[in-house]
């Protein structure tokens, strides 16, 4: 084979607002008509607010027609073809403030001001969606189905069985939990068996994070103006919160007790590990230093280290060249290169050079290991039934050299 | 000289709870003889629960009368003496879980479960007595005092003002804010101004964290136990969250509009210095994955790992040879040996071996910044006024050899 077996591990597709309508149930089609024109006002208001409009206005032009691939099927096989792409992780918020599930079920999954039988209509409004659009070709779409498992730890069960039959085999959860209860509390023991025993995979996507400590209160308070430099604090600290989950689930023992169970951090560079697996390892001796506070590692048998080697994936999107330099302290088995269409910040349009220099001169098994070859067996793509696919319009090996 | 000139960056200090009624206003002593009892059952559940009760009581035997320099001056000369120690930074909470000042006016400054107006209170009560304490030889003692400004700022600039003016050339101020504003707000400018004009010093110091996510609601909910896990979750993300004040001062702008400003953080480690320079310039790169981000770093002159050079110490106190020998990617002039007597995780009372087992073989140079210099040249310690007690107590450089 001389073309390149590419994943993207992160790739993202939501209907236009008010085509959900159609998703939801319709005892929630009053709450979705008095939503959406706020909803479409308050995205409108985020576009200026915070993400530059302009950037991104330029960024679209003549584009128009394949960011239709956010929910049109034909338009999204075809940038996946152009891209190079054979197979994909969906998660949700297609064209950025553009495509968002209603009542707070993005990919953020708020648990401040929202309301949670709303915000769970929002998600199965899109799950379904979802499972739609991953059955017109399920061997390239892994569908992330939008769980909010912490207001309600049985409906989250229900949901997850449901995307399985489904055909969705994962499962995105909430980065932040505010005041509910975070990821080592035993009552969600109940849902990681769940996961286990369907082998679907969890995710965590950047983005969320306490937003409120950098722009000041949301809605803003009469006195209050934005905080200046809370953005700079923002891009600064928002790796830390995506993987606050993953120190919860290592030291709170659920891959200890659930050895199997599968977690992708996405989105969040993966600039983090080396210096991560390096502090919790240290956390993880006793020294003088730490043995005032007990025995606190004794329930578990591994390193932090080794359960991220054994349980955990880096959806490394928008991979810079630093990081695949960097493969082999981050995990030559754990990172995966991710497109993050449609989005302003991912490679596409210009995917296929910018994989060259993000990748060229390194070794060519490498190279295929993170372009799709960790995805495709921590995700279980069918690689031989996408061979022929691959053979057609997958990157040149020669291209790398 | 053939001595080093030594300098703790981190010990504590602080009376039997008792004793603090003699430094409080009388119109607290009937709120201060009611909560008495309940601050010392406190903190022996605390004791029991949290920290290990027998590690501390084996290693308090047979130094008990050292241990009463917590409050008592000749004892605590004889131990600086003793550990060959000329100058000292001190901040409250003396022996752990025993001299805590009342009303939560430790050493973690909560901002849950506490009123506001009796923590300031006995905030003013400690820094009374520490500046009493100080006064005793302070060319030996720069004492920090209590400041919980996040209440209100023209208290704490009230306070900030007292202090200067009875011999405390420091300040604590609380590394957690809950839902009080955190530390780029405006309203803190004019703090900032009258720290600058007084040239007195910032600190954070570890320790406070959001425990509640890690042990589970406090004080607990009647359907809670406490979570399992939560004590490792507690040790891996702490250095994270005594930090989290230095993001807000970088990218808020604050050492760039108060250049002058400077700022310690004391007793997380030194290891998380490395890597939070190199990912927080590395976020102060415009890129094309965060330009849709916009204007986020305009208002800053330099990139934050030169503010950190310019404003900001690191009290790396029970600083491991790890620590030493990352001394240059840590920051040369930035790393600040300390002893945190008299806490068990401290080097007391074998400082003398393991200042060796950190230094040993390193250019004495180095050595000496680390043990002192730095020290002596942030917090303007009379190094020559101390040069005599250096040439009997200090440390004899040919120990390092």
Redesign the interface.
């Known amino acids: 084979m001389d073309r390149h077996l590419v994943i993207s591990s992160d790739c993202h597709a939501g209907l236009p607002p008010d085509q959900y309508r159609d998703y939801l149930d319709t005892k929630y089609h009053a709450a979705f008509d008095e939503a959406l024109p706020l909803q479409i006002a308050a995205m409108t208001e985020a576009s200026k607010r ?3 409009d302009d ?2 206005t330029e960024w679209r032009k003549g584009n128009e027609e394949l960011l239709t691939g956010a929910w049109d099927h034909d338009a999204r096989i075809k940038v996946l073809d152009g891209d190079g792409i054979a197979g994909e992780i969906v998660f949700p918020d297609g064209i ?1 403030e553009q495509n968002t599930p209603p009542f707070g079920a993005s990919l953020g999954l708020p648990v401040k001001n929202v309301d949670p039988e709303l915000q769970w209509a929002g998600c199965r409004a899109h799950n379904r969606w979802l499972a739609e659009l991953v059955s017109m070709a399920p061997e390239r779409h892994f569908g992330v189905a939008l769980v909010p498992a912490l207001w309600d730890v049985d409906e989250a069960i229900k949901e997850i069985r449901w995307a399985k039959k489904n055909g969705l085999n994962g499962l995105l959860l909430p980065v932040i ?1 505010g005041d509910l ?2 990821y ?3 009552k969600y023991d109940a849902m990681w068996a769940v996961i286990e025993e369907l082998e679907m995979i969890i995710h965590f996507h950047s983005g969320p994070a306490p937003m409120e ?1 950098y722009l ?1 209160p949301m809605p803003a308070r009469e006195d209050s103006a934005e ?11 928002v ?2 919160h995506l993987t ?1 989950p993953l ?2 689930l290592i ?3 659920v891959f200890e007790r659930f050895p199997t169970l599968k977690c992708v951090f996405t989105e969040g560079t993966a ?2 590990v080396p ?1 991560y697996l390096r ?2 390892d ?3 001796e006793v ?8 025995d ?2 004794s ?2 048998s591994m390193k ?1 280290s080794e359960y991220f080697a054994r349980n955990v994936a880096v959806g490394a999107s ?1 991979m ?1 060249r630093r990081e695949a330099e960097l493969r082999h302290e981050i995990g030559m088995g754990q990172i995966m290169w991710g497109s993050d269409y449609p989005h ?2 991912g490679s596409w349009p210009f995917t296929p050079d910018q994989m060259v220099e993000t990748f060229r001169g390194l070794p060519e098994e490498d190279i295929a290991a993170m372009l799709g070859g960790n995805a495709a067996r921590f995700y279980g793509f069918d690689v031989e039934g996408l061979a022929s696919l691959v053979e057609e319009i997958g990157p040149l090996k020669s291209r790398f050299v």
Chains 1, 2 share one sequence.
């Open positions: 915070f993400l530059v950037i991104n950025t939990w209860d975070p080592h509390h035993p400590d000041g905080l200046p430099g809370g953005v700079g604090i923002y891009v600064a600290e790796p830390f606050r120190s919860f030291w709170g023992g600039i983090w210096e502090l919790h240290h956390r993880f020294t003088h230093y730490s043995q005032k506070l007990g606190y590692r329930h578990l932090p928008c810079p302003p910040e």
